[in-house]
Structure formats: C-alpha cells, structure tokens
C-alpha cells in the first residue's frame, strides 16, 4: 500500500505563491505517474500535473502551465507543487496521486491508484 501525505496550503492573495508537498511512503517506487490534482466547491476533481517517474518528463493542464511547476526528490520520496501567480480561480483542495502503470492517459483521475488526504489552496482577489 503506498501512503501519500500533502501539506503546504493555506490562504494568500492573489499573485502570490505557495509550494504543495506530497511525502510518499516507501513503495512509491512502483509509481510510474506522480500527479496533482484539484477539487473547487461543487465541481469536479481536475488534473492539475503530473510527473513521469521514469523519464522525469512533466505535463500541466493549460490553466496552470506556466504559473505551476511541478518536481519531485526521488530521495525524499517527495512531490512537490510550486504555485506562482495564484488567483482566486485556483482555489480548491489539492490532492496527490500515483499512477502505476504507463497506459492510458496521464490526466485521467481514474487511472490513479493511490491518493493523499488532500490540502487546502484558498486564494483571496
């Protein structure tokens, strides 16, 4: 069983910044897919980006390409979100995902294994 734990979120105004950490346990070796995703009130959960554990490559949604980076230190077991010009449209709780197999599409939540308790992200205008 992998273990994820997000932290890192909080309240800021807009244009400002915050950094997401997700600590996995031990096993998330076998993840080939280390993603974020968010939910806002009263819609769906969406794919915010995801790594490629393997290769390194990151993918973003459109929204946030550009504003967001996401990386990762294999040695901590640590996923990380750096959220730069924030607005009040990113606000939602964030959560952290593995993926284990390659197949499929990398932004599809269903096709995530395993998931964190998730973090709250509030952005005031």
């Known amino acids: 069983q992998v273990h994820l734990v997000e932290s890192g979120g909080g309240l800021v105004q807009a244009g400002e910044s915050l950094r997401l950490s997700c600590v996995g346990s031990e096993r998330t070796t076998r993840v080939v897919y280390m993603g974020w995703f968010r939910q806002a009130p009263g819609k769906e959960r969406e794919f915010v980006a995801t790594?490629?554990?393997?290769?390194?490559?990151?993918y973003y949604d459109g929204a946030v390409r550009g504003r967001f980076t996401i990386s990762r230190d294999n040695a901590k077991n640590t996923l990380y979100l750096q959220m730069n010009s924030l607005n009040p449209e990113d606000t939602a709780v964030y959560y952290c995902?593995?993926?284990?197999?390659?197949?499929?599409?990398?932004?599809?939540?269903?096709?995530?294994?395993?998931w964190g308790q998730g973090t709250q992200v509030t952005v005031s205008s």
């Open positions: 790594i490629n554990t393997i290769e390194g490559t990151p």
């Open positions: 995902a593995g993926k284990t197999f390659l197949s499929g599409t990398y932004d599809y939540d269903k096709e995530y294994a395993y």
